[in-house]
């Protein structure tokens, strides 16, 4: 599985895509969603909720396993996909699109800079 381009990464499997309105999206990396399997639960956060970065912002519980989301960068919750309370399998369909988690307006967007990009990511996988 390699990691997309374009995109910034966790170590702890959390993916960053800038926005054109100054937001940035976050999910849960391919990787994330394939080791947890099927996804049947997904807790979001509060719109307007400010998040510190590296703090749980939520969890996604699938048939094997629950896991903490945490947040990559500080910032205030701007959006979330609700359509993940319904279908939260939306993340293994497409982990990078339509399975998204929440928009954040970065506190300092330069703090994006300081996260994985695809190839950093693609080492941590390599080896983990």
């Not at 609700?82 to 967007?109: K, M, Q, T, V």
């Amino acid at each position: 599985m390699k990691a997309p381009a374009g995109l910034h990464y966790t170590r702890s499997h959390e993916w960053v895509r800038r926005e054109d309105d100054g937001t940035v999206t976050v999910g849960i990396t391919e990787h994330a969603q394939d080791a947890l399997g099927e996804l049947v639960y997904v807790e979001l956060p509060a719109v307007g909720r400010a998040l510190a970065a590296g703090e749980t912002f939520g969890v996604v519980e699938s048939v094997k396993a629950v896991s903490d989301v945490y947040a990559p960068i500080a910032g205030e919750v701007t959006a979330i996909n609700d359509a993940l309370s319904s279908a939260p399998e939306a993340i293994n369909r497409d982990p990078y699109g339509g399975g998204w988690i929440l928009r954040l307006r970065p506190a300092n967007p330069a703090d994006v800079d300081g996260l994985l990009d695809e190839a950093g990511y693609d080492e941590v996988l390599a080896n983990a």
